[in-house]
């Protein structure tokens, strides 16, 4: 919701001012202008990146007009998910806790949290990491080693999409001035005629320029910018659910092991002791 308030404000701002120093607006509507920078545009990220990841940018890009899914709500569920994996564990047993790992989808425990599960990188985040650990052949610190890695290239994976936005929009500023240098070729090419239509010409020239200037600076560079933010958002999601396994691998209660997760989340996020005991219904301080 904030991105498109921040999308309105920024064009807003601009056509306002534009009609309060008495511009004409249709001067602005340049369909071949548009035409150019943004198909450029558009093959520039085609060269640039293979297409799946263009698909994903593309994907990316329409995400932040939902806003970011990292709530206080959406860590206190995970929070919730993780005791209850960890009090099953512990009250039926790792070998019964295996049969809910190698099938997710059938599993009681699992199947409460249908939003969590959807998102297939966090259940096999998860899965994984407790087959690992009830298989019992991995040191707890190299367990950790490993799941640090799985976040790390993960993270990096999808870092590719802000990368493949930012080569788009730095190069938007030099798709306008392409846009603007063919206006003057034609403008060239009109020399001699009314000057109402040399003027056009001129008009439709520098109208290339800024919107390349404008669509880089107040468009694509922040998207990029929100979507670094959302990934640096679900990296620290991950390093959360990391610290609750790790300290569950290690032999924690399970009450223990996910005040471990909790104190992982950012602090504008991080439910309060209070919630969590109230959440998963006598656990907290009780359970410990």
Same mark, same amino acid.
């Given at each position: %919701?904030f991105?498109?308030i921040?999308?309105?404000?920024?064009?807003?701002?601009v056509i306002?001012?534009?009609?309060?120093?008495?511009g004409?607006?249709?001067v602005?509507?340049?369909?071949?202008e548009l035409?150019?920078?943004?198909?450029?545009?558009?093959?520039?990220l085609?060269i640039a990146?293979?297409?799946?990841? !263009?698909?994903?940018?593309?994907?990316?890009a329409?995400a932040?007009?939902s806003g970011?899914?990292?709530?206080?709500?959406f860590?206190?569920e +995970?929070?919730?998910?993780?005791?209850?994996?960890f009090q099953f564990?512990?009250? +039926?047993g790792?070998?019964?806790?295996?049969?809910? /790992?190698?099938?997710?989808?059938?599993?009681? !425990?699992?199947?409460?949290?249908?939003?969590l599960?959807?998102?297939?990188?966090?259940?096999y985040f998860?899965?994984?990491?407790?087959?690992?650990a009830?298989a019992?052949?991995?040191?707890? $610190?190299?367990?950790?080693?490993?799941?640090?890695?799985d976040?790390?290239?993960h993270?990096?994976g999808? %870092?590719?999409?802000v990368k493949?936005?930012?080569?788009? +929009?730095?190069a938007?500023?030099?798709?306008?001035i392409?846009?603007?240098?063919?206006?003057i070729? /034609?403008? %060239?090419?009109a020399?001699?005629?009314?000057?109402e239509? /040399?003027?056009?010409?001129?008009a439709?020239?520098?109208?290339?320029t800024?919107?390349g200037?404008l669509?880089?600076?107040?468009?694509?560079?922040?998207v990029a910018?929100?979507?670094?933010?959302?990934l640096?958002a679900?990296?620290q999601?991950?390093?959360?659910l990391?610290?609750?396994?790790?300290a569950?691998?290690?032999g %924690?209660?399970? +009450? /223990?092991a996910?005040e471990f997760?909790?104190?992982?989340v950012? $602090?504008d996020?991080?439910p309060?002791f209070?919630?969590?005991e109230?959440a998963?219904?006598g656990g907290?301080a009780?359970?410990?």
């Amino acid at each position: %919701m904030f991105s498109i308030i921040g999308i309105v404000v920024v064009f807003g701002a601009v056509i306002g001012g534009f009609l309060m120093e008495k511009g004409k607006l249709l001067v602005l509507v340049q369909p071949a202008e548009l035409v150019i920078i943004g198909g450029a545009a558009l093959g520039t990220l085609l060269i640039a990146n293979p297409l799946p990841l !263009v698909i994903k940018v593309l994907k990316s890009a329409l995400a932040i007009l939902s806003g970011s899914r990292y709530t206080k709500d959406f860590y206190l569920e +995970s929070l919730k998910m993780l005791n209850d994996i960890f009090q099953f564990a512990r009250k +039926s047993g790792m070998a019964k806790l295996e049969e809910d /790992i190698e099938n997710p989808d059938k599993s009681p !425990v699992f199947s409460k949290y249908p939003k969590l599960i959807k998102d297939h990188h966090v259940l096999y985040f998860v899965c994984d990491t407790l087959r690992t650990a009830v298989a019992g052949v991995v040191a707890p $610190h190299d367990l950790d080693a490993l799941v640090e890695a799985d976040i790390e290239i993960h993270h990096a994976g999808a %870092m590719a999409t802000v990368k493949a936005l930012s080569t788009v +929009s730095d190069a938007m500023p030099g798709l306008g001035i392409v846009a603007a240098v063919l206006g003057i070729v /034609i403008t %060239m090419g009109a020399l001699g005629g009314p000057p109402e239509a /040399i003027g056009e010409h001129v008009a439709a020239a520098l109208v290339g320029t800024f919107l390349g200037i404008l669509i880089s600076y107040g468009l694509i560079s922040p998207v990029a910018a929100n979507i670094e933010k959302t990934l640096d958002a679900e990296a620290q999601y991950y390093q959360t659910l990391r610290a609750g396994l790790m300290a569950f691998s290690k032999g %924690m209660a399970p +009450s /223990i092991a996910v005040e471990f997760a909790r104190r992982a989340v950012p $602090h504008d996020l991080r439910p309060t002791f209070k919630d969590m005991e109230a959440a998963t219904k006598g656990g907290g301080a009780k359970a410990a």
